[in-house]
């Protein structure tokens, strides 16, 4: 096992023996009682969210009393390229998440193109966690969100060729705040998040570039309408930072579905529109997910 994992792992151990709350005799440590679908889904980077932008969510069903796990697989079918995360996260009394998620980029014919080798796949690792500060996605004010901070390390497996496309380095760690409000009464969530981030396609083409080594704020908005209390639709935007010179990097949108099968499984089906990756252009698709979440 890679040393990173080793460490997050062993970091993980070390916060659940020490945050774990304290249970009455008749609570189960994993509870499972969240309303259905407002523990949020994966994003492609593993946190907890609407499949491209980071809520304030916690990942996993669990109250405040207990513990939530939750694992995922992703893909994403574009015209030139095939993307595909998996990843398992763990939340802490609603109140701490903690995930890890692989990210694999397939650039199919597109990599003999630039130099890589037909099927070359491009590879990164993603340690987050995240923390919420105030308010509650549901309860509480009506008119105070949810607001999380979150942190996001991401190593890129394939640093050499992130340096060859201009790239300044083969790791970084975004910064993210996010507030999030689900108006239950009307049956609408709202999300807002602002990220800092130098990644360059969230990182799997590095960080950075030769004069545009810092962070960058960028956006991610969603707003969704609960159709019946297993069935959600919605938008999202994710602005995006532009700093390799050889290919325009544009911001993203997605049209999504969700929709609870069980309590523990969610499956989410999104209309993506991803812009121009490596110089190809008009990258749009679809999108498959699917959640346990206990």
Avoid at 232 to 252: C, H, M, Q, S
């Amino acid at each position: 096992m890679d040393q990173p994992l080793l460490r997050f792992s062993a970091a993980l151990l070390l916060v659940l023996a020490t945050a774990a709350p304290a249970q009455a005799e008749d609570t189960p440590l994993i509870d499972g009682g969240k309303l259905l679908l407002t523990n949020g889904v994966a994003t492609i980077e593993g946190t907890s969210g609407g499949g491209v932008a980071t809520w304030s969510t916690i990942t996993g069903r669990e109250t405040d009393r207990g513990i939530g796990l939750s694992g995922h697989v992703t893909l994403i079918e574009l015209p030139d390229y095939g993307w595909q995360s998996h990843g398992f996260a763990v939340g802490i009394a609603n109140r701490i998440e903690l995930s890890y998620a692989r990210q694999n980029f397939d650039t199919r014919d597109v990599g003999a193109a630039l130099g890589l080798g037909e099927g070359y796949t491009l590879n990164q690792d993603i340690f987050a966690a995240k923390v919420r500060l105030l308010g509650d996605v549901v309860y509480g004010d009506p008119l105070l969100p949810q607001i999380s901070v979150g942190i996001e390390h991401k190593r890129n497996r394939d640093t050499p060729v992130a340096l060859a496309v201009g790239a300044a380095h083969g790791k970084g760690t975004d910064v993210t705040i996010s507030a999030t409000k689900l108006f239950l009464s009307h049956s609408v969530l709202v999300n807002a998040t602002a990220r800092l981030t130098k990644a360059n396609q969230t990182g799997l083409l590095g960080f950075g570039a030769a004069g545009k080594d810092d962070h960058s704020l960028q956006f991610e908005g969603s707003i969704a309408y609960q159709l019946s209390r297993r069935a959600v639709i919605g938008a999202e935007y994710r602005t995006k930072p532009d700093n390799l010179a050889f290919a325009r990097e544009d911001d993203w949108l997605d049209l999504f579905a969700a929709y609870a099968l069980t309590k523990n499984l969610t499956v989410t089906a999104a209309y993506v529109d991803l812009g121009s990756i490596a110089t190809f252009h008009k990258q749009r698709g679809g999108m498959l997910s699917a959640q346990f979440a206990f």
